[in-house]
């Protein structure tokens, strides 16, 4: 079982991503830190600490940054996931209390715990990443593995949900993002172009209803979410965000990757535009050319990303 810490800010697909790792025998979710993004920094932590309770989960959990690191407090899509970021089903308080370290902090004292065997997976913007950087340069040599959902690359023609641009996490922290995407340590991004591909319609809702009680509390909570996407954007369903990035920690042959320079735009009309350059080395500019390479996410099974959601919260 591979320790397992999620950067998270709940978030309706935040809590059936934490659902989805608590039931999965593969991993062992060792910690939860949480962001600002589908809420403020005080609901999302209130949030994380209440679905540790609900899903059982004995484990840390750090408050992180409430505004990206240049300072910026963008506005929570209330219209996305309710006042309470949990499509307004009135979240019980949870039973554990906050670890007296920040999410930076509890980050780099995780990968010094499980050296070279961490795998981290960030659902939300990527403050908390930076900041951990900042603190320890060498965090990237203690890392196993870092997921990524969120940015947009164009692969299938897919584009921004925020602006025409950018996702909503690049676009809530951009220079975290490129911070992070500059940093040399194995990184997949599970971006827009993949999880716009994968969606939970109302069979596959009813599904997760029946499949255990965290599924039919993930039924419930989903509600708001399916509403909005419906009404918004005439999907038959909603898009498998963050469950889709750990889907790709659980099997990543559900997923076709490809290697290259990734970079966000921090400013502008073009604040949280991510781009993908996948042959740097004939890059004029020398700063691209000598970024670390990544893999980006550009197909997916989506049909089997759904079943193994499924299939893992039957587990005990």
Known sequence: MRPLLIDTDPGIDD?????????SPAVNLVALTTV???????????NALSLATRFELDVPVARGASCAIDGVTATPPTFVHGDDGLGNTGPTPGKGALANQSAAELIVATARRYPQQLVIVALGQLSNLALALRLEPE???LIADIVIMGGVFGFGGEAGNVTPLAEANAHGDPLAADLVFAASWPLTVVGLDVTMQTIMDDNARTAMRHA??????????SAFYDRFYRDRHGID??????????AYVLDPSLFKTCRGVM??????????????????????YLPIASRPQHKACYDVRADDVLALFQETLKAP
């Open 36 to 46: 600002a993004g589908n809420a403020p920094i005080a609901t999302t932590t209130y």
């Open 139 to 141: 965090l990237p040599t």
């Open 237 to 246: 369903g909603f898009p498998v965000h963050d469950s889709s990035a750990i």
């Open 263 to 284: 970079l966000a735009h921090s400013c502008g009309a073009s604040r949280g535009q991510t781009v993908f350059v996948p042959d740097p080395s004939t890059h004029r």
């Open 15 to 23: 809590a059936m991503a934490i659902a989805f790792a608590a039931c």
């Open 212 to 221: 255990s009680d965290s599924g039919a509390y993930l039924y419930e909570v």
